[in-house]
């Protein structure tokens, strides 16, 4: 008589994990075990659960390993390119998931709306990016984009698609936001030199900056709410009388001055 062969302990896990998700959900599921789950489809003849637990000892948390690149995903033992490209994507699906519950014309009426709506602009971001809204008179978005990228000390704020959008679009009110990756919303003086700018250049253009706003982790920091944007206001002669030769704002400002 054959000696029965031994249980594997492993068989049916996936349909267990699978009811468990039906029946609870995956909110109070470990990082290790949510990844396990979406694994699934793209790992679909190997365990993937050790390879759930070495992604979370590598990058250190869901977030970090939705935000590595698929290059570095498929560095871990047994991750394939189909999953690393699927991990990777999923901060854009939710970025775009989050935005469309807005709905097509939101309204950025108070400072909190736009606050909520810049959040989720900025989800996807690793660096620091500038967001740029175009509202009409009573706070209903017309248009949003991308306008700059990188650190604000080097003025990488793309001022020839800012003025074209702005140009070209039925409101004339905008709000600007930026974010700090390194979770303080307090705005540094490179912040508060570039606001004094777009005011100016705003002067210039014709156009009410309703608002700088920074998000950040620990908050969000409102130029408008810290009575900034009203000091700043009739800036623009002040300034550039002010400003030194060499200040990178100034330069741009008196160009486009000059061209008015």
């Not at 097509?104 to 967001?131: C, G």
């Not at 991308?146 to 905008?174: H, M, P, V, Y």
């Amino acid at each position: 008589m054959t000696q029965e062969k031994k249980k594997n302990p492993h068989q049916g896990h996936r349909d267990r994990m699978r009811e468990r998700i039906k029946s609870q959900g995956v909110a109070n599921m470990p990082q290790h075990e949510i990844l396990e789950f979406l694994l699934y489809p793209f790992v679909p003849m190997k365990d993937t659960n050790p390879i759930a637990h070495e992604l979370i000892d590598r990058f250190g948390s869901l977030e970090k390993v939705f935000d590595a690149s698929p290059k570095l995903l498929e560095e871990v033992k047994n991750m394939t390119e189909s999953a690393a490209l699927y991990l990777t994507t999923l901060p854009q699906v939710f970025k775009r998931y989050n935005l469309q519950k807005f709905g097509q014309k939101p309204m950025l009426d108070t400072t909190q709306h736009a606050v909520e709506y810049f959040r989720s602009l900025f989800s996807d971001e690793k660096e620091e990016a500038i967001y740029m809204v175009i509202v009409n008179s009573k706070g209903m978005l017309l248009e949003s984009c991308k306008i700059g990228s990188g650190n604000l000390d080097s003025c990488q704020l793309n001022t020839r698609e800012f003025i074209l959008r702005t140009a070209n679009s039925e409101g004339n009110c905008i709000l600007l936001a930026h974010n700090h990756p390194s979770g303080s919303p307090l705005p540094s003086p490179s912040d508060c030199e570039f606001t004094i700018w777009l005011i100016s250049l705003a002067e210039v253009l014709g156009i009410t900056l309703v608002d700088h706003l920074i998000i950040a982790s620990e908050g969000y920091f409102s130029f408008r709410e810290n009575d900034k944007l009203a000091c700043y206001a009739g800036s623009f002669d002040k300034y550039l009388a002010n400003a030194k030769a060499t200040d990178k704002y100034a330069m741009k400002l008196r160009k486009f001055a000059d061209k008015k």
